[in-house]
DNA sequence: TAAACGCGGAGTCATATAGTCTGCGTTACC
DNA sequence: GGTAACGCAGACTATATGACTCCGCGTTTA
C-alpha cells in the first residue's frame, strides 16, 4: 500500500509523553534519549507540531515543548496532518482525457467531474482519515495507563530529574567522556 | 499522508478496457498507446496482474490480456495489492520496548500485545481496505458507460481495429516513418 | 557568561518510483 | 518457413523522497 513515516511514529510516541507530564515542557533531547531516538531527527519534527498548533515552544535553558491543548483534544489525524502535509493517498493523473480517439480535444463528457477512479480512491482516504480522526491522545495515554505499572511513572521521573541533576555542575560526575 | 503509485491507476485503467472488450485480448502496447502512457512502462505492470490472477495472457501475433473472471469478481483492492503487494500502511519501530529506563531488558508489559499507536494505525489501514475492497471494476465500468456517448465505443472500436490493419501489409500504408 | 534550549538551513546516504532499453521464446499469418 | 506481433524477463538510469547528520544563530536562565 503505502507508509506512513517514522516521523509520524515519533511524534506521536512524543506527544504521549508530554500528555503525562501535567504542562511541565519537555525537551526534544531529553525526549530523544528517553526513547532512545536520534535527537537531530526529533529535532526537525517538533518545529512542525508547533507551527500546527499542537505545541508550544519555550526557548532558553529550561525550555521545551508543552501540549497546546488537552490531549483529549487532539486526535491521530491532526498529528499525521501535521506531520506529512496534506499528500493525498492518490494523485490522479487525468489519463481518461488523454485517450487517442479523442486527438488533441477531449470532449467535455470526458472531463466533466471526478474521475470514477479518483473518487473511489478519495474514498478509501476519507475512510483512513475518519478512523484516524476518531482516536485523540487522550484515549491513547488510557492504553498506556491499563498496561504500565504506577512504579514506571516514577522511574521516569527519576530519570528526567537526575538528567536535569547531571547537567548542572554540582551534582553527578558525569562529564560525557568524549566518545 | 501517503502515496499509491501510478502504476495502479494506469492498471485500472488498463482493467478497465479490458472489461469492455468483451473478452477479446488487448495487448499492452495497444492500451498504452490508447491511452497517452508509455509502452515499456505498462509491459511492467500487467504481469504483476497475472500473477495476482487478475489476467491472463496469451503469447504469440494475436495475443495479448484478457480479464481472469468476470469485472464484477474483481474488486480495486484486489488490484492495488497486486500491484503494490502487501507493504503496511504502518511499520511500527517497535519504541515502547527501547525506553531508556528499561536498559536492556524491557519488562512484559511493555513489550505484550500490540502497540496501541500501531493498533489505530491498523484499524484506520483496514478502513481504508475495507473501502477499496467495496468496488469492484464493474462498478467503475457502470460509472464509465453512464458518462461516455455510445458512438465513443465505436470510436475505439474503429481506432483499435485500424490499428490492427495498419500493421498488416496490404491494407494501410503506415510503414512506421522512422522518428 | 556559559550551558541548555529552540530554531533554521545545508548536506549526506539509501531506497524507491518511474521510466528506458535491450534480448529471448512463442505464435499467427502470408 | 520466415517475419512480425506478441508476452516475458532482466539490466540500466534518473529523479525524488525519507531518514538522518552537522553547523550555526538567537534566546534564556542559573
Known amino acids: 500500500m503505502a507508509h506512513l513515516t517514522v516521523s509520524v511514529e515519533y511524534a506521536i510516541h512524543c506527544l ?17 534519549e528517553l526513547q532512545g531516538i536520534s535527537q537531530s531527527f526529533l529535532a526537525k519534527i517538533f518545529p512542525k507540531l508547533e507551527k500546527a498548533g499542537i505545541v508550544v515552544g519555550s526557548e532558553g535553558v ?14 491521530v489525524l491532526q498529528i499525521v496532518d501535521a506531520i506529512e502535509g496534506d499528500k493525498p493517498l492518490f494523485d490522479c493523473q487525468e489519463i481518461r482525457d488523454r485517450c487517442a480517439v479523442f486527438g488533441d480535444a477531449p470532449p467535455v463528457w470526458a472531463t466533466a ?10 474514498k478509501a482516504e476519507q475512510a483512513m482519515r475518519d478512523e484516524l480522526a476518531a482516536h485523540t491522545l487522550a484515549d491513547l495515554a488510557v492504553t498506556f495507563a491499563g498496561k504500565a505499572p504506577p512504579e514506571f511513572i516514577l522511574q521516569v521521573q527519576d530519570w528526567m530529574t537526575e538528567r536535569a541533576g547531571a547537567r548542572k555542575p554540582g551534582r553527578q560526575s558525569k562529564p560525557e567522556p568524549p566518545s
Open 113 to 122: 467531474g471526478v474521475c470514477a477512479i479518483h473518487a473511489v480512491m478519495l
Open 16 to 32: 504521549l509523553w508530554l500528555a503525562g507530564s501535567a504542562g511541565a515542557p519537555l525537551s526534544s533531547r531529553d525526549l530523544a
Open 62 to 75: 529550561r525550555g521545551g515543548y508543552r501540549l497546546a491543548r488537552a490531549p483529549a483534544e487532539i486526535s
